[in-house]
């Protein structure tokens, strides 16, 4: 590969690699904060409030915890895709 395609590829990989995490933090957070009340979900995304509340904390932190599982199950189900695809693939150059 000539340096110039490693650069290319090297570009395409970064940019899969921030949008994954732009993704999954976009995901994460309305996860967590869907449930939340308007002026609790200000708060926390640090836009004024008064803070929040036990139960407010309670939420945000179950809604977390969901955002969190299946941002787990994502990957894992990803994980999976690229194992199938790899096998299939070795399959077909043992193959011919």
Known sequence: ???RRRGIANGVRSTLQNTGIMVGTALA???A???LSP????????????????????????GTSAALALLAVLCLAGSAMI??????????????
């Open 33 to 35: 904060l869907a449930r």
């Open 39 to 62: 002026d609790s979900q200000r708060s926390v995304l640090g836009n004024g409030g008064a803070g929040l509340s036990g139960l407010d904390v309670a939420i945000f932190t179950r």
């Open 29 to 31: 957070l309305s996860v």
């Open 1 to 3: 590969m000539t340096p």
């Open 83 to 96: 194992a199938s695809s790899r096998r299939r693939a070795m399959r077909l150059q043992s193959q011919g």
